[in-house]
């Protein structure tokens, strides 16, 4: 069993649609958990990061962390063409950094 | 600009010849990282480096070696290269000492071993 499990999709949404995506894993030290756009032919970059359970707002995404049931989410909202890439959700573990396998995401206008 | 750098972007070599991809920072950050990316596995780290002379094994460290003398620089080294290490690879850098602290990814680096 992996230790971090993400659907890879792809999944395809209108413009304007909610998008919801998510991570189990089985390891319950991870300390940091985290969500990385990934363009296509370009390195990841952060989008959010989250320590505690919780929500964590910014802008059009929602990062959510349930620690008692091992289950981070990310949501967007009002999504846009533009936001068609592929999302990695990551857990960290002192400097060990787990990543989920990626969801391609594709926003049709 | 800040940024993280790698090279050669490209590089098709032949099984057991040694080969190094350099990666270089200029943000003064002291944590570095190797991943690799492979489809349906998604990234992976192969090795971490907290600071200089410091560093660690990811989840994937077989087959590569790295050091880390300079604080801007930490090479990543196949010393026999085999096809199974065919990969699209990233360097990346944060500073401090959690990742609550954004990670710079370089460009990548893809690699065919044939």
């Known amino acids: 069993q992996k230790e971090v499990e993400q659907d890879p999709g792809p999944l395809s949404v209108p413009e304007g649609a909610i998008v919801s995506l998510n991570c189990t894993y089985s390891?319950?030290?991870?300390?940091?958990f985290m969500w990385y756009r990934q363009y296509s032919r370009k390195g990841p970059e952060l989008l959010m990061y989250?320590?505690?359970?919780g929500n964590k707002e910014d802008g059009r995404f929602t990062a959510q962390v349930d620690k008692s049931s091992k289950y981070i989410s990310l949501f967007i909202r009002d999504s846009q063409p533009s936001d068609s890439a592929t999302y990695l959700c990551?857990?960290?573990?002192?400097?060990?950094?787990?990543f989920g396998q990626g969801t391609e995401l594709s926003v049709k206008p | 600009e800040a940024q993280v750098t790698q090279n050669p972007r490209y590089l098709i070599t032949v099984t057991g010849k040694k080969l190094t991809v350099t990666c270089s920072q200029n943000?003064?950050?002291?944590?570095m990282s190797w991943y690799r990316q492979d489809p349906g596995l998604g990234l992976r780290q192969i090795y971490y480096?907290?600071?200089?002379?410091?560093?660690d094994k990811g989840d994937v460290p077989e087959g590569y070696k790295v050091s880390r003398k300079e604080k801007r620089n930490f090479p990543l080294i196949l010393e026999s290269p085999s096809p199974n290490q065919t990969s699209l690879y990233f360097c990346?850098?944060?500073?401090?000492?959690?990742?609550?602290?954004?990670?710079?990814f370089g460009p990548g680096t893809r690699l065919l071993v044939l």
């Open positions: 390891n319950s030290a991870f300390q940091y």
């Open positions: 989250t320590y505690s359970s």
């Open positions: 480096s907290m600071n200089v002379e410091v560093t």
């Open positions: 990346a850098s944060r500073a401090g000492g959690t990742f609550q602290e954004t990670q710079y």
């Open positions: 943000m003064n950050h002291e944590y």
């Open positions: 990551a857990m960290s573990l002192g400097g060990k950094l787990i």
